[in-house]
């Protein structure tokens, strides 16, 4: 493929290597796709002023954004342009600001997250898109596979998940859709969900799973907006594993923490995963009004403590059937008849 990289941005000092990997990145995904080698990108850094401004003029969004893809898809007869076929298939241009924020609330590189980006508005150019949860399932795997030949993938990584504003739009319009809050309200619930999401990735990239492979990452949400993640820690005495939410809730817990704004869970699993029942009992203890399940793809699904635990078990209970102190507990009718008697040896 034909490269055409132009860097129109003094924000961000980008290197060599920056270049070389968004290359590689590119490279990899045309031959993943097939392309001839005649296809033709152009790839421009640029900063968040230039960005919104094209967000502005060309999709009617005015907010800088972090990817942007223009497909012209042309292709040029050998005879107009006077030499071999060339097949031009469109421009991507990445703000590098918004490149270097995002790499660093996710604790990558810079340079790996340009190459993502370029990698996903490569996919944009050839069709892809991720606006329907199916369609963004394929276009992540599609990412995946591409990632996968330049090792950056979430496997490579151990599970680290990229989180462009695209997911986090995602994470917006799932909110808008199930809710009939004012769009404030929404966006500033879909930023927490989004900043849980990205640090519960993070912190899964720490499970510790000899025993199962199967990582789980949490974070929750305190009423003065710390946020405590956790992963499951597993035990060769497997019943003393324990699972990523309690991990995170009982981290809070420790550091004074008792109200909860929100908690949220996530794995490799393809429907966003469900606590399991015990952590339904400690999220109930503590009354843990909004739980969001996810998965990598982003998609995600929201309960409250009383939809995961309906009849649950509560400190109400426990205060209604403790009996009172100093008082013998009722024997059972067997063990009334021979009170008295003197127990017989077996
Ligand atoms: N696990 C969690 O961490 N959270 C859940 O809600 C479900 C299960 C962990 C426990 C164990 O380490 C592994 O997943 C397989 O059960």
Redesign the pocket.
């Known amino acids: 493929m034909i490269i055409n990289y132009r860097n129109d941005q003094d924000k961000v000092a980008v290197t060599k290597e920056t270049e070389s990997l968004l290359r590689k990145a590119l490279q990899a995904g045309a031959r993943v796709h097939r392309l001839p080698k005649e296809t033709e990108v152009s790839v421009t850094l640029v900063d968040n002023a230039e960005i919104h401004q094209l967000n502005r003029d060309y999709r009617n969004v005015d907010r800088p954004t972090d990817v942007l893809s223009f497909a012209l898809d042309e292709a040029d007869e050998p005879a107009e342009v006077g030499g071999p076929e060339e097949h031009l298939l469109g421009d991507i241009v990445i703000s590098a600001e918004m490149a270097q924020k995002q790499a660093e609330e996710f604790g990558h590189s810079l340079n790996r997250e340009v190459a993502y980006l370029a990698i996903h508005s490569l996919l944009h150019l050839l069709g892809y898109d991720h606006k329907k949860a199916a369609d963004k399932k394929v276009m992540r795997a599609e990412e995946e596979k591409i990632l996968e030949k330049i090792h950056l993938s979430q496997a490579d990584l151990g599970g680290d998940m990229h989180m462009s504003d695209d997911v986090k739009d995602g994470f917006l319009d799932a909110l808008l859709a199930g809710t009939k809050a004012a769009k404030s309200d929404v966006e500033e619930a879909g930023g927490d969900v989004a900043l849980l999401f990205g640090k519960a990735r993070k912190a899964m990239e720490n499970a510790y799973?000899p025993y199962?492979h199967?990582p789980?990452g949490a974070a929750v949400l305190t009423d003065d907006g710390t946020v405590y993640t956790g992963c499951?820690v597993?035990n060769a005495s497997y019943g003393l594993?324990l699972?990523?939410?309690r991990n995170a809730i009982f981290k809070a817990v420790t550091e004074g923490h008792r109200t909860f704004r929100m908690l949220l869970?996530t794995g490799n699993t393809t429907a966003p995963?469900?606590?399991?029942g015990a952590?339904c009992q400690v999220i109930a203890e503590f009354k843990i009004p909004r739980i969001v399940m996810t998965n990598a793809a982003g998609d995600i699904q929201e309960a409250t403590y009383a939809d995961l635990l309906p009849f649950g078990f509560s400190e109400e209970e426990l205060a209604e059937g403790q009996q009172e102190s100093g008082k013998k507990a009722e024997k059972p009718a067997a063990a009334k008849k021979s009170a008295g008697k003197k127990k017989k040896k077996a």
């Open positions: 799973i199962s199967f789980v499951n597993e594993s699972c990523a939410e869970v995963i469900a606590p399991c952590c």
